[in-house]
């Protein structure tokens, strides 16, 4: 009897653990397969960038990939499913690679693309130079959308600039296109190996978190910027993350030449001449660090290069009190359209021209549905805007012509890739199908 009731003692804290253990998974269960029927439902299976593919006949069903992930519990990225780790959220996914490194049995792959959905990605060496030799890339251009991965690989890249031949009198050490994350660091390299350099940007310091909506959470990691040195954010706001920027070029008196475009570049024997907007510059190098949005799609219609025209938006407070068209249907369109309605003065309208909103994240439906029905927006499906007047705008929607009072058009319309440019450049530009 004594044995049993020692038996009893002692196996019933595994047993309860046991039982905790359960619930916990079946609970990561319920949770992932809901996340993977919204990403399913909104048309959302395919990732933007680098993503983890499992080999689910090696994976154990461990969860370590799941625990790893940074992007949790903002995002879940990762799941269990029937107890194997599954890409649930893959549009969430930028790329950390976190769970492939706690993957115990090596049952994770990083890769570009998938099967359905190509992604393209310019061919570059490990010292991140291109097929075209004195032209190197760095940053979301290569895939890497990670804040952290754009730091270091635009200060790596600058050490294999520093590294080339000796520089020509009159001609600089490299010119460097772009300001957002990864063309800060290799401004900061460049400044620190005190090399020649220009770096020019075509619109504001930040790159791609400068045209997130005001208040948007950013998710970066720490990091170590030249001159500066380690970078502390993890979970912080579009604002904090540019304040900080701004104290770094600040702080160092980084020269950056803000609202000018490269528009070509071509060889002049052993450097380039970099053509801009505003000049030209003899270069040895030259680093492209720009983001893979390119250039905003444009509608193309009548009146579209009115001032009150734009293609992002950064401050809805600035809108207040205005008749607002958005058009566009994926997350940015829908993530304007809501926080327009936040500002009690403001009428909005939204447009689109298919008739379901299913590029968009399931979180971000739900919400314009809310506003909607409040009256705060007002929803065009299956139209198309024709033309922008000064105080109006005309739509179609479905054989009906619309005609609405208007002070402002957001344009959310995507971005057009820089491929043709690259491949103008010469630089060799690969579509990857789920492949490394």
Wanted: aromatic residues 4%; positive net charge.
């Amino acid at each position: 009897m004594p044995d049993a009731l020692s038996l009893v003692i002692y196996a019933t804290p595994l047993v309860l653990i046991w039982l905790i253990y359960v619930r916990k998974r079946r609970a990561l269960h319920r949770s992932s397969v809901a996340t993977l029927d919204d990403s399913r439902e909104a048309g959302l299976l395919d990732a933007a960038s680098l993503h983890p593919v499992i080999d689910t006949t090696r994976c154990i069903g461990c969860g370590s990939c799941v625990a790893a992930c940074p992007e949790m519990p903002a995002h879940q990225v990762l799941g269990m499913v029937r107890r194997k780790a599954h890409l649930v959220s893959p549009s969430d996914c930028i790329g950390h690679g976190a769970c492939r490194t706690a993957c115990p049995v090596d049952a994770i792959a990083l890769v570009f693309g998938s099967a359905q959905r190509g992604i393209d990605i310019p061919n570059v060496k490990p010292n991140f130079e291109s097929n075209v030799p004195g032209i190197f890339i760095a940053g979301e251009l290569g895939g890497m959308g990670l804040i952290r991965n754009a730091i270091e690989q635009g200060r790596q890249a600058m050490q294999s600039i520093a590294a080339l031949r000796a520089k020509r009198s009159g001609v600089h050490d490299v010119v460097i296109v772009g300001a957002g994350p990864s063309g800060i660091a290799a401004s900061l390299a460049a400044m620190e190996r005190r090399l020649d350099f220009v770096t020019i940007e075509q619109d504001s310091l930040g790159g791609a978190v400068a045209s997130f909506p005001r208040r948007k959470l950013v998710m970066t990691a720490p990091a170590v910027l030249p001159i500066i040195g380690t970078v502390k954010f993890k979970l912080t706001t579009k604002e904090a993350l540019l304040e900080f920027w701004q104290d770094v070029v600040h702080r160092t008196n980084l020269k950056v030449n803000y609202g000018e475009r490269l528009e070509g570049l071509s060889r002049m024997g052993d450097h380039f001449e970099v053509r801009t907007t505003k000049g030209r510059y003899p270069a040895r190098a030259v680093l492209l660090a720009i983001g893979r949005r390119g250039t905003p799609r444009k509608l193309g219609v009548p009146g579209e290069g009115s001032t009150k025209v734009t293609y992002r938006l950064t401050d809805p407070a600035q809108y207040d009190g205005m008749h607002v068209l958005v058009v566009g249907g994926g997350d940015s369109a829908i993530e304007s359209a809501v926080m327009l309605a936040e500002q009690p003065n403001t009428t909005v309208t939204l447009s689109y021209r298919s008739a379901a909103f299913n590029r968009a994240k399931r979180n971000n439906r739900q919400q314009l549905e809310e506003a909607e029905a409040k009256g705060r927006v007002r929803v065009l499906l299956e139209s198309a805007v024709t033309s922008i007047e000064s105080t109006e705008v005309e739509l179609e929607q479905r054989g009906t012509r619309l005609r609405l009072r208007n002070d402002a058009v957001i344009i959310n319309a995507g971005g057009i890739l820089p491929t043709p440019f690259l491949k103008e450049l010469g630089i060799e530009v690969e579509t990857k199908y789920g492949t490394p």
